[in-house]
């Protein structure tokens, strides 16, 4: 069966520092993987994805993240934090029929 | 949010009474769904529309009917709400040519009381 996991429910950063947000995946044949952000009242935001190519990703506001398939994982990062990326964050599975299967979410608190 | 509009943004209704929730796009997308999002669950498949008058079930259908007449409407209706469907309801439609991300909508906060 497929899935992905979210194994942290918050992460807490200090604001410069680097963040990492942790997903993993299960499923049969090539995984297409994304990476979503919900800042308060408003609805998903599209990050970045991982179709094929090379295991690092970059996206939008900064992000990248970390494809490796032997681990199944991939990880949200981005180099320096900062306060205004404190939201909740979902990583997410292409499953079939053009459906997506979502983890449970992450909520990210930067400090300053 | 991508062309994609939600309505009503907020709703109250009583326990028993219909509910119909709007999405409407301006993309020309195929695919549209319906999510719920609840505390712990992440975002759960409700029902989606592969085209015109075409539709199929999710994993949390029971209680919930769509409607799709025109490319870019996408009808949600609760036949008789219940206090377990209070929950913040999106809207998504696909990434377009080749493009297996979904974009949503701005959500939908429905309280059955």
């Known amino acids: 069966a497929q899935s992905v996991a979210q194994p942290e429910d918050q992460v807490n950063v200090a604001e410069g520092n680097p963040l990492t947000v942790k997903c993993t995946y299960s499923v049969s044949g090539n995984p297409y993987l994304f990476w979503y952000v919900q800042y308060p009242n408003r609805g998903l935001q599209f990050l970045l994805k991982y179709i094929t190519g090379d295991n690092l990703v970059k996206g939008s506001y900064g992000f990248e993240a970390e494809f490796n398939k032997s681990q199944t994982s991939f990880h949200l990062k981005k180099p320096s934090a900062l306060v205004s990326d404190s939201a909740l964050y979902f990583c997410?599975?292409?499953?079939?029929?053009?459906?997506?299967?979502f983890g449970s979410g992450t909520r990210l608190s930067i400090r300053p | 949010d991508a062309g994609i509009t939600q309505s009503p943004r907020h709703k109250v209704t009583e326990t028993g009474t219909p509910v119909t929730l709007r999405c409407h796009q301006t993309?020309?997308?195929?695919?549209m769904y319906w999510y719920r999002q609840d505390p712990g669950h992440g975002l759960r498949l409700i029902h989606y529309s592969y085209g015109v008058k075409d539709t199929d079930k999710g994993e949390v259908s029971d209680g919930y009917s769509v409607s799709r007449s025109k490319t870019e409407d996408f009808l949600l209706t609760l036949e008789s709400a219940t206090s377990s469907q209070t929950s913040v309801y999106f809207c998504?439609?696909?990434?377009?040519?080749?493009?297996?991300?979904?974009?949503f909508g701005p959500g939908t906060r429905l309280t059955v009381t």
């Open positions: 993309e020309n997308h195929r695919y």
């Open positions: 997410a599975l292409y499953s079939s029929a053009s459906k997506i299967i």
């Open positions: 998504a439609i696909d990434g377009g040519q080749g493009g297996y991300e979904q974009y």
